[in-house]
């Protein structure tokens, strides 16, 4: 499976921006992690082909994973922007009966500042 994100960018503290992966064929979960610098890579969200979702604690409530099953694509949408969320942020995708990424996507840099 190939992965192809899109979407970073530069946006200021309290702006929106959305991240976009899309994968060569179905698979059951496709989610994001993200590195910023200096600092080991995190878990962000996940959505399983049910729809069910699952988000870290630092972005819950202001991040929102969803999927086009048409398109084998996942959306990533980052509202109420932190400084924090700087980070080159990766898109992965894991097949049934796996508990850890099978697959992943290139980085896609996200820069908030002001």
């Known amino acids: 499976v190939q992965l192809q994100a899109s979407g970073g960018g530069l946006v200021q503290p309290g702006g929106s921006l959305r991240l976009s992966c899309s994968a060569s064929?179905?698979?059951?979960?496709m989610g994001w992690y993200r590195q910023a610098p200096g600092k080991q890579r995190e878990f962000v969200g996940v959505?399983?082909?049910?729809?069910?979702?699952n988000y870290a604690a630092a972005v819950k409530g202001r991040f929102t994973i969803s999927r086009d099953n048409a398109k084998n694509t996942v959306y990533l949408q980052m509202n109420s922007l932190k400084l924090e969320d700087t980070a080159v942020y990766s898109c992965?995708?894991?097949?049934?009966?796996?508990?850890?990424?099978?697959?992943w996507g290139q980085g896609t840099l996200v820069t908030v500042s002001s």
């Open positions: 959505i399983t082909g049910a729809g069910d979702t």
């Open positions: 064929r179905s698979i059951w979960s």
């Open positions: 992965y995708a894991r097949a049934v009966g796996f508990t850890s990424p099978n697959y």
